[in-house]
């Protein structure tokens, strides 16, 4: 089964594929000597009386008829069948809930459902705040920079000084995300096979005492591509730039959509990047100890300065997701900028996933852009639990 929605959805579909009730089957049966059975996931949008409008995660919207005798049932966030899902009435569906119906169907792509399972609206938030939390608490994400395919684990360069090796069982459930998208709902499962060097990553698990190792009970990997460089020309027209690439040493045109992300660095935190990109630079040639460790002394001041992880790393992923977002508008030519792309296409032509101005004192501390790469790869992909909510 793909996982193209949140995980939680995809517990809805698993659990009324496994486990449907017995009145519910036979309503089915029913359903089906009068017309074809027709199933559909989505959130209400409306209700009046015994019908609905289900916004469908396809797209359309459907009009579902609550038929007499159907069977509603209250899915609990993380819960992965019907054994102990509680019945529910009519009167208790709201605007904003996901569900899962399953019925006969009618002109127009309209259901009148033998069956609903809902998962409340509070409670999908519930579960996403509790997952984006423990992302946060026993997660890791960066750049795989080595595999060793024999122990089924990866070293994974977090920030420019610190990697962390992730380790995977037989246990470890693994996603993808999809080939134009960092958005974790959008993401279909995968194998240990698919993660390639240079692909981000992120994991879940039992982190070590020193931060160094994480035993993956969650892993979930892309293939983006990096961009830094500057600006050489904008065709708002057309909603793309032209941007000279510091990592492929030629130009690339990058187009922007509804889904991009545009977001600029204020100058004093683009200081303060590129003071952590120095330091760890100095740090390795120096034979200072690795894990992006700064003392107190030399470390800048301000609420804005980056916070530490275990192990010694600053969390820059937190930081920057504080960052106001900007338009193309706000973009100017020759100005410094690093995006996270699609692969692209024969053409040349990429569409942007994020973009983040004001870089250019980041990319003067890391000239080649590589290190800037490596502080940013965490923080472009799509937060697990945090993107999946309810439209």
């Known amino acids: 089964m793909r996982c193209t929605l949140s995980l939680a959805i995809c517990a ?56 007499d005798g159907a069977r509603l049932l209250r899915m609990a966030a993380g819960q992965t069948d019907l054994k102990s899902a509680a019945t529910i009435t009519l009167a208790d ?14 002109d127009n792509g309209a259901i009148t459902a033998s069956t609903i399972v809902v998962m409340k609206q509070s409670d999908v938030a519930q579960k996403q705040q509790h997952d984006r939390e423990d992302w946060q608490k026993r997660g890791a994400g960066g750049i795989v920079s080595t595999i060793d395919s024999a122990a089924g684990s990866f070293t994974v360069s977090v920030t420019p000084t610190l990697s962390v090796v992730v380790k995977t069982t037989k246990d470890t459930s693994f996603l993808r995300y ?17 993660i390639k060097t240079g692909d981000q990553l992120r994991a879940r698990g039992a982190r070590s005492a020193d931060g160094k190792e994480l035993t993956a009970e969650e892993v979930i990997s892309g293939t983006f591509r990096n961009i830094a460089g500057t600006i050489s020309s904008i065709d708002a027209a057309n909603n793309t730039i032209t941007v000279k690439d510091l990592l492929a040493k030629k130009s690339v045109v990058i187009k922007f959509n509804s889904d991009s992300q545009l977001r600029k660095l204020s100058p004093q935190m683009a200081q303060r990047l590129a003071f952590f990109l120095k330091g760890g630079a100095q740090a390795a ?12 002394s030399a470390a800048p001041a301000g609420n804005n300065a980056p916070s530490a992880r275990p192990g010694g790393a600053p969390d820059f992923q937190q930081m920057l997701s504080r960052i106001p977002a900007v338009t193309l508008a706000d973009l100017q030519k020759e100005d410094a900028v690093m995006v996270v792309a699609t ?13 983040l101005g004001g870089v250019e004192p980041v990319l003067t501390a890391s000239p080649n852009g590589m290190s800037a790469a490596a502080l940013f790869s965490g923080w472009n992909l799509g937060a697990p639990g945090g993107d999946a909510g309810p439209q």
Request: proline share 4%.
């Open 285 to 296: 040639q120096s034979g200072a100890p690795a894990g992006g460790q700064t003392p107190a």
């Open 93 to 106: 569906l709201q605007v904003g809930d996901r569900m899962l119906v399953r019925g006969r169907s009618g």
């Open 12 to 67: 809805l579909r698993a659990a009324l594929a496994l486990a449907i009730p017995l009145q519910a089957q036979d309503n089915a049966g029913a359903a089906q000597s009068s017309g074809a059975t027709a199933k559909n996931v989505g959130v209400v949008k409306s209700i009046s009386g015994n019908s609905l409008v289900l916004k469908s995660d396809a797209g359309p919207e459907i009009t579902v008829t609550v038929a």
């Open 343 to 355: 692969q692209g296409t024969a053409s040349g032509e990429v569409t942007a996933i994020t973009l």
């Open 178 to 194: 999809a080939a134009n998208s960092v958005k974790f709902s959008e993401a279909q499962k995968g194998t240990i096979d698919q």
